[in-house]
């Protein structure tokens, strides 16, 4: 079946998808984007997706181009039209089209276009049964990576320079020596009286939408946490790691070559990992198939 994409209202295949050359997101990286998991069919977590889209459109002064209510259904008619059971919906916003200037002129419609595809989610489970390696790097992205924008630049860099080197992630490391987050991640230990520390919200990093789901986890579980920075070396030193993103947790069994503990993915990062797996299973119509689905056994 064709893949279907939204562009400005407008069901399109995919393949004959656009947007106008003079788009203000193509030339000057000027808009948002949000990736939102889809998880049995359905599209999770659109809540939380929803009101940090609206932070990130604040802080470049951009408007949502249509309502949220229509925005909400557009989200949900992409991912029937493309039949996904299990991946990720792509939306992006940018300010608009106009001629080519830094400053930008009043009234410009922003301009929506959304995709989707499947992913193999029981992928993110296999990662989590092996754990994986990150590499540490000077952070060097623009002061405000709490907003979500499409200008990932450094990003991209640091991701391709890890895999390069055989790494699954990078993280980016601040001027005093924290640890801020991942290049696509937020940053996680595991200390050893059991204790999570993850650096506090702050515009150092990006609210993680999974970061903000695994905090209530612990709050539920009586999972003591402390939000904080960490150095790379307290990170070598813990009793685990772990990355989290839209599609979950991954465990980090190494940083900088250094193992971390014995090497392999410690018992609370697994926990935590099916946690949230069974966060998404929930807010789905068949927790039980979506959860084999989540595992890559459906």
């Not at 391709?160 to 490391?173: C, H, L, N, T």
């Not at 960490?230 to 990355?243: C, V």
């Not at 503990?261 to 929930?282: E, F, I, K, T």
Request: hydrophobic share 45%; charged share 20%.
């Amino acid at each position: 079946m064709p893949r279907i994409a939204y562009v400005n209202g407008q069901y399109v295949p995919h393949h004959a998808a656009g947007v106008a050359i003079e788009d203000r997101g193509y030339q000057f990286a000027d808009g948002v984007y949000e990736v939102i998991a889809i998880a049995g069919g359905e599209v999770v977590d659109m809540d939380p997706h929803m009101a940090r889209l609206k932070n990130s459109l604040a802080g470049l002064e951009i408007n949502l181009p249509i309502s949220e209510a229509a925005l909400r259904m557009a989200m949900l008619r992409v991912a029937r039209l493309n039949r996904v059971q299990f991946g990720i919906l792509y939306l992006q916003i940018s300010r608009g089209v106009a001629p080519r200037d830094h400053a930008w002129a009043e009234g410009l419609r922003p301009s929506l276009v959304m995709t989707c595809r499947s992913v193999p989610m029981g992928k993110m489970a296999a990662l989590a049964e092996k754990g994986v390696s990150v590499k540490t790097m000077p952070e060097d992205r623009w002061a405000r990576p709490d907003i979500k924008t499409i200008s990932l630049l450094p990003n991209v860099l640091a991701k391709q320079a890890a895999r390069s080197g055989g790494d699954y992630e990078a993280w980016f490391v601040d001027g005093d020596g924290y640890v801020t987050e991942g290049a696509s991640t937020n940053a996680w230990i595991v200390e050893g009286d059991g204790t999570l520390v993850t650096r506090p919200l702050s515009r150092a990093i990006l609210p993680g939408i999974a970061r903000s789901i695994l905090l209530e986890v612990a709050a539920r579980d009586g999972i003591p946490v402390r939000e904080e920075a960490f150095t790379p070396e307290q990170a070598k030193g813990a009793r685990e790691a772990f990355i989290t993103s839209t599609g979950g947790l991954v465990p980090v069994t190494a940083i900088d070559g250094d193992v971390v503990a014995n090497g392999a993915p410690g018992g609370l990062s697994l926990q935590l990992a099916a946690a949230y797996q069974q966060h998404m299973a929930d807010q789905t119509a068949n927790p039980e198939a979506t959860m084999r689905g989540l595992q890559g056994q459906a």
